[in-house]
């Protein structure tokens, strides 16, 4: 199993800065540190990538961002785009582009080395009615959520909710869901990653179990998921669950949804929910 790297603590100019070798290698959650801007080093690596569509044609205007930092690059005529100094680590990467549905994948960078990517986005025929706008109104995502809510058919903690439990990683919110078992993975004895899993399920991925679809705003994530790779709670607005297919929204649902189905979502402002 691939060790991870946590991104509780940002770069606010860069990336992330990553957790301190010794804390993982212990098996223990990082204490986090002060932002502060990175100091390349001949460790540091390369992201080399291209964003095509279901054609193969390079897409350009395409968005790339590292979840967890302020990194939002385009793509080029040719939908390449390239990112210097990288600090090894474990990232979540999220591409979008206007009218294609977005994608996202978990990668791992090593020291001193080009990581080479391609992502693929498939397009999606819309037509846009006019809007007229006179003030700013409420997040339709959030309008949504009230709704659904409203509905019961889920269980649902709001953004006054999340600041109640004054939590400091994300995977405490869900060991609050009963739909939800929060699995610890371990890595020659060391804990790597916490997963989302079907209750009814079991609690090791690694024998059979069902692990969770997990959205973020709307962006499916690669399954299973670390949770800790989550935004910090302070970040999320508000979390969604659905235990199987017979409660998840249609507009969620899919061949591969049968273990149910997770929705965050993050504050406005927040880098994750950027167009």
Same mark, same amino acid.
């Given at each position: &199993? =691939?060790?991870?790297?946590? %991104? /509780? ?10 957790? *301190? ?20 080093? @001949?460790?540091?690596?390369? $992201?080399?990538? =291209? ?11 395409? %968005? ?6 302020p990194l939002r690059i385009g793509t080029g005529a040719n939908g390449r785009f390239? $990112? ?9 990467? =999220? ?42 109104? #409420? @997040? &339709?995502?959030m309008t949504e959520f009230l709704a659904r809510k409203k509905l019961g058919i889920?269980q649902f903690m709001t953004q006054e909710q999340i600041e109640a439990k004054n ?9 609050? #869901?009963?739909?939800?078992?929060? *699995? ?15 209750? /009814? ?10 692990? &969770? ?11 299973? %998921? ?9 970040? =999320? ?14 507009? #969620? ?8 189905? $997770? ?13």
């Amino acid at each position: &199993m =691939i060790s991870t790297w946590s %991104f /509780r603590a940002v770069a606010a100019a860069a990336l992330a800065a990553v957790v *301190s070798a010794s804390a993982a290698a212990q098996g223990e959650r990082p204490t986090p540190v002060a932002k502060s801007t990175p100091t390349p080093t @001949s460790a540091s690596s390369v $992201i080399d990538g =291209i964003v095509s569509d279901t054609n193969l044609t390079p897409l350009n205007a395409a %968005f790339v961002s590292i979840l967890g930092t302020p990194l939002r690059i385009g793509t080029g005529a040719n939908g390449r785009f390239r $990112i210097t100094n990288v600090p090894r680590g474990q990232y979540l990467v =999220i591409v979008k582009r206007v009218g294609y549905r977005p994608t996202s994948g978990v990668i791992e960078v090593p020291a001193s080395d080009t990581v080479r990517l391609a992502y693929t986005l498939e397009p999606i025929a819309v037509t846009l009615a006019t809007v007229t706008v006179t003030e700013k109104p #409420f @997040s &339709m995502r959030m309008t949504e959520f009230l709704a659904r809510k409203k509905l019961g058919i889920g269980q649902f903690m709001t953004q006054e909710q999340i600041e109640a439990k004054n939590t400091v990683y994300p995977t405490e919110l869900f060991r609050m #869901f009963t739909s939800v078992n929060v *699995s610890p993975n371990r890595a020659n004895g060391v804990l790597t990653e916490y997963y989302a899993l079907s209750h /009814r399920e079991g609690a090791n991925p690694q024998l059979g179990a069902c692990p &969770m679809q997990v959205y973020l705003d709307q962006i499916p994530l690669p399954t299973p %998921f670390n949770l800790d790779l989550l935004p910090p709670p302070k970040d =999320i607005a508000a979390i969604e669950v659905y235990s199987g297919p017979s409660t998840t929204p249609p507009q #969620f649902a899919g061949y591969n949804r049968g273990c149910g189905v $997770i929705l965050v979502w993050t504050r406005e402002g927040v880098p994750s929910s950027s167009p």
